[in-house]
């Protein structure tokens, strides 16, 4: 590999792990602040049996704040990155099954106001987008050029060595 390539796809993996990171954390925010105008919005989807939605809407925004913690802090990539894509395919589903149902409701991605108003055609389109950095980051982060690997299956083979 080129040392100009080299650098390019070090600087790309910053990007997106720095961008990944802050989307998850500015997510988080409003739904940690107002936990129970998160929980309408969870409710709205009508997916969850009524009795997980309270726990789904305290517990999400935590885990997005975590994932995005780690991915700023360079720590624990390959892991924060393969929950952030779990979350996005499921947010994707789940925006998906409401369009299904012919529902266009707040999305609570980044605000749980009820004045939040976005199209559930461009929530697909950006978490479509979100996804694709997120599979990007997840398998660069198993061996990006120039940093230690933070998979558990690397370290074995290193050590063994």
């Given at each position: 590999?080129?040392?100009t390539a080299s650098i390019t796809q070090k600087a790309l993996y910053l990007l997106v792990r720095t961008g990944l990171g802050l989307t998850f954390l500015w997510a988080s925010w409003d739904k940690i602040m107002h936990p129970a105008?998160?929980?309408?919005i969870v409710n709205n989807y009508d997916i969850l049996p009524a009795a997980a939605v309270n726990m789904f809407a305290l517990?999400?925004?935590?885990?997005?704040?975590?994932c995005g913690l780690f991915l700023l802090g360079g720590r624990l990539v390959p892991g924060a990155a393969l929950t952030?894509?779990?979350?996005?395919?499921t947010f994707i589903l789940a925006t998906g099954f409401s369009l299904?149902?012919?529902?266009?409701?707040?999305?609570?991605?980044?605000?749980?106001?009820?004045?939040?108003?976005g199209s559930a055609v461009?929530?697909?389109?950006?978490?479509?987008?979100?996804?694709?950095?997120?599979?990007?980051?997840?398998?660069?982060?198993?061996?990006?050029?120039?940093?230690?690997?933070d998979s558990l299956s690397d370290r074995v083979i290193q050590n063994a060595g």
């Open positions: 590999m080129k040392p105008e998160f929980a309408v517990v999400l925004p935590w885990i997005e704040l975590l952030i894509v779990m979350l996005l395919f299904y149902k012919g529902v266009d409701i707040n999305c609570g991605c980044f605000s749980v106001s009820p004045d939040a108003r461009w929530n697909l389109i950006r978490n479509g987008g979100l996804l694709a950095a997120g599979i990007w980051l997840l398998t660069s982060a198993q061996g990006n050029p120039g940093r230690p690997s």
